[in-house]
């Protein structure tokens, strides 16, 4: 007996055939594939290219028979399709049919060969017995079930007031939607950290939930006063336990001590004279039987207070500067002008050192909230910048490198430009410039208001800018007289970190630096210009005629503040010429000469004209004080009008 080998040929197509001698097939169709292959072979114009040639009219019995008899023979000659024929025939059906209905559609809508018209079906005979029955069962269904749910919720509202405490899943649920909690073994912990927000601290504010003991909280409310039950015992069933680091109240104070005003403060910033801050504004510590809510949200406070501080803390230690900053127990000291200091302190107060707070006696000092904001803001800022960091490009490069940093070597950026690119600001810098300019811009404010009580004339009025940055704030300052509005004085003071720049109406800019002197002088210049102005719209108005003006008068005593400005005017009939001096924080002083009429003039041979005979006169000073009027002003238009012609010598 012989084995014979037999092997089954292969079905499938080669497609080629590699060097080594591999073959590679053509795969086999799919059952939908196959299909899709079977459909392309219909031909559905087929019919139609034979029929194209007989006749559609019916005018001839004759043809029609012999057409009849071609269609029976072509019928059997015609090969068949096999399974497809069927569907070819069904679908030319469907589409002859639908351009008939297109066909009658299109001549109908024209209404003018046909017209369609609603055909009227005559509804079933009403029977209004029944149908009041129907509606009798629908609203006896409707009410059972609507008393069925009210009596359901009856119940439970019953059972949920007969309860002493709520149920311990539905507080654990309403715990859930609140924090994050998981299950580790038969325990359920919780996680008070903002590392999900993108913080990096290494405290972790892990929490545990258990049941609490509601016989031994029945027994504690037995012995108490119904009134006193709800404020000292938690009635949920739950029992949250928290760090002992955690417990308590914190928050952070940010205190700006001027040394030159504040008389308690020491006069030298040693180590040993500074004392820590204390915080005595906290409402209050959270009891150990208040609800987890409260709990939780103080714990979590107390993480983030705690977090800035670390930060701001380890950043006072690694920044170089000019005058270090100081970090010792629960304050962060840091210089920010001569005997102005920055003083961020931690405070973290539990129910022990509560009494020791409220025994002992500590100076009040000034929270200020906006920096306290502020440093939350950066905070929060800095997580935003953990989770949310600049792609790399491409994908093998680097994790957190800018676009700046990226276009670095093809734009051929040089060391210097380099090294910009790798500074950044801290949070401890950055609250310090805030601070800075916190403290310059309640510097001029003071200044301008302290000016506006000093110099009732003219007035000064300031606006400030609603939108203002952190580090910039915008004041316009205006200088009128209260009656004499025709000319204004005005100037914008952009108050920066440590310099204050001041643009006037012409374009001028002018920048001074945080000293008050600086900008008080350039007030005080501003109003001798204005004083100039005023004289000038007035001389316009009356009719005078001005003669010379000078903003660097050098006639008279060296000014202390800037230079003294002066302004000349002629009156209508040159027969008075008035002078009037201004100088920055120095009274006006006006100057009157009287010059001859041409009748009274003696012309000489070496005097020809009458303008020349009274330039050796003297000039006489006026008593602006003694004079009537209100302000400047009025005082200036007064003098005017004395001096003024009368209407018949200046028509003469």
């Known amino acids: 007996m012989v084995d014979v080998s037999i092997e089954v040929m292969h079905e499938c197509l080669i497609q080629e055939v590699t060097l080594d001698g591999q073959e590679i097939y053509v795969q086999p169709l799919s059952m939908s594939e196959n299909l899709t292959k079977l459909a392309h072979k219909i031909d559905f114009s087929k019919d139609e290219m034979e029929d194209k040639g007989k006749p559609t009219s019916e005018g001839i019995e004759e043809e029609s028979g012999e057409e009849e008899e071609k269609l029976a023979t072509t019928a059997l000659q015609r090969p068949s399709l096999g ?51 129907a509606r009798k069962k629908a609203l006896l269904s ?14 439970a509202q019953e059972t949920m007031t007969r309860r002493p405490n709520p149920d311990f899943h539905v507080e654990l649920m309403r715990l859930r939607q609140n924090w994050r909690l998981k299950k580790v073994g038969k325990s359920i912990l919780g996680d008070l950290s903002y590392k999900s927000a993108g913080s990096l601290y290494w405290q972790s504010g892990t929490f545990e939930v258990s049941k609490s003991d509601s016989s031994g909280n029945r027994e504690m409310a037995d012995t108490l006063s119904p009134a006193s039950q709800p404020a000292r015992l938690s009635t949920s069933p739950l029992r949250v336990t928290i760090p002992s680091e955690l417990e308590g109240v914190a928050l952070i104070q940010v205190m700006i001590r001027d040394l030159s005003q504040d008389q ?50 380890r950043e006072a230690v690694q920044v170089r500067c000019q005058i270090p900053h100081i970090v010792i127990g629960n304050q962060i000291i840091s210089h920010l002008f001569p005997g102005v200091h920055l003083s961020i302190s931690l405070c973290h107060h539990t129910e022990k050192t509560k009494q020791t707070l409220e025994s002992e ?105 609603v939108i203002n940055s952190a580090v910039e704030s915008v004041v316009k300052v205006f200088i009128s007289f209260s009656n ?66 000078s903003n660097h008068v050098g006639v008279g005593d060296l000014e202390s503040i800037g230079n003294a400005q002066g302004i000349m005017i002629a009156s209508p009939n040159n027969n008075r010429v008035l002078s009037i001096r201004c100088a920055p924080g120095k009274p006006v002083r006006a100057y009157v000469k009287r010059s001859p009429n041409s009748a009274e003039c003696r012309l000489t041979s070496a005097v020809q004209q009458s303008k020349w005979v009274g330039i050796n006169d003297f000039y006489q000073e006026i008593c602006l004080n003694r004079l009537e009027g209100s302000d400047f ?9 004395c001096f003024m012609p009368d209407r018949s010598e200046m028509y003469a």
């Open 83 to 133: 399974p497809w024929d069927s569907v070819r025939t069904k679908l030319r059906n469907a589409l002859v049919e639908l351009d008939v209905l297109q066909d009658v559609l299109s001549i109908a809508k024209g209404k003018r060969y046909m017209h369609l018209d609603p055909i009227s079906v005559e509804g079933p005979e009403p029977r209004g017995n029944l149908l009041l029955v």
């Open 142 to 155: 409707a009410s059972t079930i609507l008393g069925n749910g009210f009596e359901r919720l009856k119940r």
């Open 264 to 313: 308690s403060a020491p006069e030298s910033t040693d180590l040993g004279n500074i004392h820590l801050s204390v915080c005595k504004r906290l409402a209050g510590v959270v009891p150990s039987e208040a609800h987890w809510q409260k709990k939780l949200e103080a714990a979590q406070n107390v993480i983030y207070c705690k977090e800035i501080f670390a930060q701001l803390a």
């Open 361 to 465: 006696s500590f100076p009040k000092l000034a929270h200020n909230h906006v920096l306290e904001h502020s440093i939350h803001q950066l905070l929060r800022e800095v997580h935003h910048c953990n989770l949310h960091q600049s792609m790399p490009h491409p994908v093998t490069a680097m994790l957190g490198v800018s676009k700046r940093r990226r276009l670095a070597g093809p734009c051929g950026y040089t060391r210097a430009q380099l090294h910009e690119l790798t500074q950044s600001e801290t949070m401890l810098d950055r609250i310090v410039q805030q601070s800075r300019h916190l403290v310059v811009w309640q510097k001029t404010l003071r200044l301008i208001d302290e000016m506006a009580n000093e110099i009732p004339d003219p007035q000064i009025t300031a606006h400030t800018s």
């Open 484 to 549: 004499y509005e025709v000319t204004r004085t005005m100037f914008t003071l952009h108050v920066k970190v440590d310099t204050i720049e001041a643009i006037c109406r012409d374009g001028r800019s002018v920048t001074m630096s945080y000293e008050s002197q600086q900008l008080r002088d350039f007030i005080l210049c501003q109003i001798s210009e204005h004083h100039i102005m005023c004289i000038q719209m007035a001389a316009k108005l009356l009719g005078w005629k001005v003669l010379s003006i």
């Open 633 to 641: 002003a009025q005082k200036i238009e007064t003098i005017m009008a």
